[in-house]
């Protein structure tokens, strides 16, 4: 079987924000908890689960950036605000930033 990924965790300042943001990409939240572990939100889609984990420390700047494929993206960048685009294979890629300054790639 060829590896797949099943969990992406972010750390967010503000996780009500973070989970505000990733609304408007189309994923869909439940809150958890898991023993004595902090509140947090999952997204499940396609066999991937992203949570997003409360961090009260300053915002991460690890330079990660994550890609998603959307669909009606022309509604999802008249909302959001454009960091910059670029062309590949005859589609338009456009960067935007999460409320954690994290790169984010959103193609149709």
Do not use: W
Not at 25 to 40: I, M, S
Not at 64 to 73: H, L, N, P, Q, Y
Request: aromatic share 8%; charged share 25%; hydrophobic share 30%.
């Amino acid at each position: 079987m060829p590896m797949k990924i099943s969990l992406l965790v972010l750390r967010c300042k503000d996780i009500e924000i973070s989970k505000t943001f990733y609304e408007q990409l189309g994923l869909v939240f439940v809150k958890e908890k898991h023993g004595n572990g902090p509140e947090h939100y999952s997204s499940e889609y396609d066999g991937v689960v992203l949570e997003l984990y409360p961090n009260k420390d300053v915002a991460p700047n690890d330079n990660s950036r994550i890609g998603f494929k959307v669909g009606d993206i022309e509604k999802i960048v008249n909302t959001i605000s454009i960091i910059s685009t670029y062309q590949s294979n005859n589609s338009t890629t456009y960067i935007v930033a999460d409320p954690d300054g994290r790169k984010i790639e959103l193609k149709e």
